[in-house]
């Protein structure tokens, strides 16, 4: 045995010995502590033969003393000090660095212990009891995934302690993020256990008399329900100062306390969703999984972690998430609400699903496809039509219709200013007709000796050319190789889809690809949303949706 377990062996023997200085009014209260003090670990021999190390003045002290042994607070500076050195003890047996301190008492002890959090690096926050639950809520309810250990000290009154469990365990505020150091005054352990549960971590330091705690840690047994462990004592006296026994540490990191689930059965809902799952459904209400994604990763686990699962399918169907009105739907609302231990399938972490459920780290990754029907084949009957969009068809139009006109312009200010006479286009239906002729492929001759004219039919011939070639390539390509509807290759696409041919979009409802599109900032998504009809448009599943898209409905 190490000499520092010694130290903290023979302090509790020393506290215990003191005991026996009490009155004999108090002769029950000593048989009780007795009592545990003799379900700690056997005191060796070895150990009584080293309580000449400690403090003979302190021990003196202690037999000295006769207060009643009763769970009240002493008087004066000591008590204060006391607290401080306990919250000390507790702060240095966690590694988490996040701290916050509720308290409707002991105004000096909270005010150092802040400073000394503060001052070894934690950040300190502290709020009255009454303002407990809204600040837990705040707290728990934050987005930050990656958050260290949490710990909250709590130096409320009984009554409020127990209001405060009671409505962590009704608001669904547990997080293994959070560890919990409960300084108690009175014995209420077991109505405060009552309201506790998985993701709940808990150590309490019960006020037996001035000076000494007995300390308790929370875990969960084999039934799923919350129990407490023994952790040990811690003691203190102004002589001697601070000393403690523990049997089993006061603080375990989150990974060592789910490293061995020590074979309980715990509950996992799931979406059938092939290929993460393939469940079969025996027909007594059991649903059994047989392969799958997600099956094989949850089997391995549980192989590790010692754990054995049973399924139960999510009454909605849906993924879930913390709806408008609060509520939290689908898988994450069931493990939100404990009604499962865990739901493990394609998920997506969210800002919104973060505040209701804690995610493992990602371990598959998955990019969103947009599906739709393949385009169809155009009508080659249409062909002489559909050579040109009609964007070049109106722009061809208004071209035939004005060129007539401006070369009727053109020869009449260059009369006015040049008196150049030309009969044959004084007309303007012959011009108009004229300058038609070269774009069906008719031949034409220039009436001008003038190369002003000759180089602006010459120019407009030209154009002709090219109108007529692109035309016939474009249509005996059309004749020869089928010609297929636009795709919709991009959000853009669907959009003009929806809006010019009126297709219907379909979406899993609840899903991450509805929220990426419910609260996204970008304009296209927005746009797309907008339009999206849930009664016509929720899916259950993605076969069903592949159905809908092929079927075309």
């Not at 010694?6 to 209260?29: E, K, M, P, R």
């Not at 875990?219 to 329900?225: F, L, V």
């Not at 000393?243 to 006061?250: A, D, T």
């Not at 040049?418 to 004229?434: A, I, M, R």
Request: include cysteine; charged fraction near 20%; charge should be negative.
């Amino acid at each position: 045995m190490s000499g520092s377990y010694l130290a903290a062996a023979t302090s509790l023997i020393t506290v215990a010995l003191g005991f026996l200085a009490t009155s004999n009014a108090d002769q029950t209260n000593i048989g009780n502590v007795s009592k545990e003090i003799t379900l700690q670990d056997s005191f060796t021999e070895t150990s009584l033969n080293h309580l000449h190390h400690f403090d003979h003045a302190s021990l003196e002290t202690k037999f000295s003393q006769t207060p009643a042994m009763k769970r009240s607070r002493v008087d004066g500076g000591a008590d204060e000090i006391e607290l401080q050195n306990l919250i000390e003890f507790l702060f240095n047996g966690s590694t988490g660095r996040n701290v916050y301190f509720f308290y409707d008492h002991a105004d000096a002890a909270v005010t150092a212990s802040a400073s000394m959090c503060y001052a070894r690096g934690a950040e300190v926050t502290v709020f009255n009891c009454k303002d407990a639950v809204k600040a837990i809520e705040s707290i728990i309810m934050s987005f930050n995934e990656l958050e260290s250990i949490r710990n909250i000290f709590v130096l409320c009154s009984s009554e409020v302690t127990q209001q405060l469990f009671r409505e962590i365990y009704f608001k669904y505020l547990e997080s293994a993020l959070t560890h919990w150091f409960v300084i108690l005054e009175e014995d209420i352990l077991k109505p405060v256990t009552a309201y506790m549960r998985e993701g709940t971590q808990v150590t309490f330091a019960l006020r037996i008399e001035s000076g000494l705690y007995h300390l308790w840690g929370s875990y969960i047994n084999i039934k799923n329900k919350a129990a407490l462990h023994d952790l040990g004592w811690w003691s203190w006296n102004p002589t001697s100062g601070a000393k403690h026994l523990l049997k089993r540490p006061l603080y375990r990191p989150v990974l060592e306390v789910y490293r061995d689930f020590g074979g309980r059965e715990l509950i996992v809902t799931v979406i059938d969703n092939w290929p993460f799952w393939h469940l079969t459904y025996p027909g007594d209400g059991r649903v059994i999984p047989t392969s799958g994604l997600d099956y094989n990763v949850l089997k391995t686990v549980g192989d590790h972690l010692n754990f054995t699962f049973r399924m139960e399918i999510t009454p909605d169907g849906k993924w879930g998430g913390v709806m408008a009105d609060g509520t939290v739907t689908g898988m994450v609302g069931v493990v939100h609400r404990h009604e499962a231990h865990a739901a493990i399938n394609e998920f997506t972490i969210t800002e919104q699903r973060e505040k209701a459920v804690d995610f493992t780290k990602p371990y598959y990754y998955e990019s969103t496809t947009l599906i739709s029907p393949a385009p169809s084949k155009t009508l080659r009957s249409y062909a002489v039509f559909t050579s040109f969009t009609y964007e070049v068809w109106i722009a061809l139009i208004v071209v035939e219709l004005l060129i007539g006109p401006l070369i009727r312009l053109l020869v009449w200010t260059r009369k006015k200013l040049f008196g150049e006479v030309h009969k044959k286009w004084e007309y303007l239906p012959d011009v108009s007709l004229f300058m038609f002729r070269p774009l069906v492929n008719q031949g034409g001759r220039v009436p001008s000796p003038k190369w002003f004219y000759r180089l602006v039919f010459i120019g407009y011939f030209f154009f002709s050319f090219l109108m007529i070639s692109l035309y016939a390539d474009v249509m005996i390509s059309v004749l020869a190789v089928p010609s297929y509807e636009k795709p919709i290759d991009s959000l853009y696409d669907l959009l003009e889809a929806i809006e010019k041919d009126h297709y219907v979009t379909v979406l899993g409802c609840g899903s991450n690809n509805e929220f990426i599109y419910s609260n996204t900032t970008m304009e296209i998504y927005k746009q797309i949303y907008a339009r999206f009809d849930h009664s016509k448009g929720c899916i259950k599943n993605w076969d069903d949706g592949m159905d809908r898209v092929c079927d075309g409905v």
